[in-house]
Each structure stands twice: as C-alpha cells, then as structure tokens.
C-alpha cells in the first residue's frame, strides 16, 4: 500500500532552517509529482510547493518563494523541503502528498514551530 513518511520537523528559531523529508514507498515514485502541504491551526491545508515527476518543474505559493526549495530523490523514492528564512508564521504540520489513480495520499504530518 501507498505509505508517506515525513521527518526533519522540529522547534527552530526565526531566520533559522530545517529540511524536510517525505519516504515513500508501495507506488512507482518516479512516476508521479509529489507536493507539501501545511496546515496551521484553525486554518485549512494550502499548497506549499509541488514538483514534477522527474523534478523538471516546481511550483510554490508565494509566501515561501525565494525561501523554500523542493527537490526529490528518485533513486532513494524521496522528496525534500528545505525551508531557509523561516518565520513564524511558517508554523505548522507539514504533510507530504501525492496524486494518482483519482487518490489523494497523505503522511502523517511532522510538526514545524517557529519560535523565539
């Protein structure tokens, strides 16, 4: 079965960075894009960043461009967001997502805190 597991959340400091990890397994990774997603509290889950199959193409929302970066590693069935600059208000669980078959699968989130 499809199983997303992240890792690398954490408590940081503002102007400070993480990177987030997203291990798949039980589908063909390469063959699908893979997005982030986050969600604060009392608010719904947004888009953060997605990236094509072969990491040709990226996209982001623009409260993180020019700060995060997507990237994956299809050798290792990966996807990576490094978050640099951070801000609290980028406080949040993070999930890690992908699309295929008319399904949406999701991990189970790893929290990210912004904080002084």
């Known amino acids: 079965q499809v199983q997303l597991v992240e890792s690398g959340g954490g408590l940081v400091q503002p102007g400070g960075s993480l990177r987030l990890s997203c291990a798949a397994s039980?589908?063909?990774?390469?063959?699908?894009?893979m997005s982030w997603y986050r969600q604060a509290p009392g608010k719904e889950r947004g888009l953060v960043a997605r990236?094509?199959?072969?990491?040709?193409?990226?996209n982001y929302a623009d409260s993180v461009k020019g700060r995060f970066t997507i990237s994956r590693d299809n050798a290792k069935k990966t996807v990576y967001l490094q978050m640099n600059s951070l801000k609290p208000e980028d406080t949040a669980v993070y999930y890690c997502?992908?699309?295929?078959?008319?399904?949406?699968?999701w991990g189970q989130g790893t929290q990210v805190t912004v904080s002084s």
């Open positions: 997502n992908t699309h295929f078959q008319n399904n949406d699968y």
């Open positions: 039980g589908f063909t990774f390469s063959l699908y894009a």
């Open positions: 990236i094509s199959s072969r990491g040709m193409n990226t």
